[in-house]
């Protein structure tokens, strides 16, 4: 093929990805998210997954969301077949996993919702987004039965603490009960309504969601 009509081509083809990639309105993540993300792909993704699927998520994320907080990434077939995983089949110097094992990785990665195709592939790579277990249905519904589970799971590993807090959470709509700002599972933090001192418990039913500002001013300070 011509190199002029080849080379436009493959600027068209970053030109479509790009456009596809704009209109979602990616604000990307903050290093301040990170820790909380870790533990939320490790519970409600990384259980759904196979090992195979895991190491792909893993390696995708490490080099976009945990990179800069953009969860955008242009990533290629050869990359995926070195730099990941080793095959099991083969003990060979150039131990490389096949095309058909990365296609069809990436294939259930896309069905599951832990990744989204955002143009067509160019000489680079495909542009893909990585999402994060808030933004994927399977992990919602996998955390929903998770949590109801949870005290049976672990049951002294935290007393149902992050079960409680969670639940107070949803109650309140992720808004401070104090002054009404609209707060995330990141910025969310809880108090009590009734203070120990006045005899108030640990329960539900004493427990208000508050943004930082109103916790550290208010009387029941707790974190
Ligand atoms: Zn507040």
Request: proline residues 4%; charged residues 30%; hydrophobic residues 35%.
């Amino acid at each position: 093929m011509n190199p002029r009509v080849e080379k436009i081509r493959q600027l068209l083809s970053e030109l479509e990805s790009e456009v596809a990639a704009r209109p979602r309105g990616d604000l990307g993540f903050s290093a301040l998210e990170l820790p909380d993300i870790i533990g939320e792909v490790v519970d409600d993704l990384q259980p759904i997954l196979t090992a195979h699927d895991a190491a792909f998520y893993w390696f995708l994320f490490r080099h976009s969301i945990a990179k800069d907080g953009n969860p955008q990434i242009r990533v290629s077939h050869s990359t995926l077949r070195r730099a990941v995983v080793k095959s099991s089949y083969t003990d060979a110097e150039e131990n490389m996993i096949s095309f058909g094992k990365v296609q069809d990785t990436l294939r259930a990665l896309e069905e599951i919702g832990a990744i989204q195709k955002l143009g067509e592939p160019n000489r680079q790579g495909t542009l893909y987004r990585v999402l994060i277990p808030d933004e994927i249905e399977a992990c919602r519904r996998f955390r929903a039965q998770r949590m109801a589970e949870e005290t049976e799971l672990f049951p002294l590993s935290d007393n149902g603490a992050h079960k409680r807090r969670m639940q107070v959470f949803e109650r309140d709509g992720y808004r401070c009960r104090r002054c009404d700002k609209q707060l995330t599972r990141f910025t969310a933090t809880m108090d009590y309504m009734k203070s120990p001192e006045e005899g108030g418990d640990e329960s539900a039913e004493n427990l208000v969601t508050t943004c930082a500002e109103c916790n550290t001013r208010g009387p029941n300070k707790l974190s």
